[in-house]
């Protein structure tokens, strides 16, 4: 990666002090971009994508016929929820058109939506949402949680993962990431103002990526760290009313 295109901004100065990311410019080399800020946790960075579909897939207990990733990106988790929910038929939406016009291209039994104020696209049992909220500007993010409480089904899930600002390494992968230069990291009281505000039911806030990959004997360890405020993200589960 050349000098000019990465930008280095300290990571709660958000896009006030920062510009507003538009990842249509950086949907052809996203998965680069995310190689380069992670590969010292994670040689695969495909790693991060199967470890939180497998997680919420683990614990799911109710049927899914209906999932929807909310700003899905390039659509890197869409065939990962289609392999753990192969009865399902799977969502995404974006803000980005560029990034959606990649993710039609790898997924072409998922169906994609530019996301917009008032967009209907039926109720769902299952709004998986990776790695978002944190480029939503943190005035809107009150709205947007209603709009995604409004589109889940009577008793879906919702399961939202985030950076954790307390994890160090965490905030240094941000910091070097050109396109989390506009990120403003939520805590998890954060989130689980969002889900009240919402009403959402909050089921569980847990802890997860604690250990490398590279370290994968350790792996079976981290179920029971959940607690433990230092895992590289953070899962937070709700239900719908
Ligand atoms: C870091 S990427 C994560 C993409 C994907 N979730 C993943 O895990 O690979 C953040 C994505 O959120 C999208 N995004 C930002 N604001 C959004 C919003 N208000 N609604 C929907 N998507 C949004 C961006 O366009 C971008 O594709």
Redesign the pocket.
Known sequence: MSGDTKKKLPIQAGPQAGEK???DDY?AN?DEL?HESTKLYAEDSEY??KY?VDLVRQSIRSPVKRVL??????G??IGYLQAAFPEAKIFG????SE?LRMARANNSNAEFEL?APGLDMGRFDLIF????FH??LPI?RKV?MKSLAARLAPQGTIDV?EHNPFNPVTRKIVNDCP??ADAVLLKPEELRGLFRHAAIRLDRVSYCLFVPPRLSWLIPLEKYLRWFPLGGQYWVRGTGS
């Not at 939406?93 to 980005?96: A, I």
């Not at 949402?129 to 978002?132: E, L, N, Q």
């Open positions: 990311i538009d990842f949907s996203y995310l991060f994508a939180k990733e909310y700003g899905c990106g390039t890197r988790n939406t974006d803000v980005s990034s996301e949402i990776a790695s978002v480029h939503i809107d947007v993962f396109f989390d």
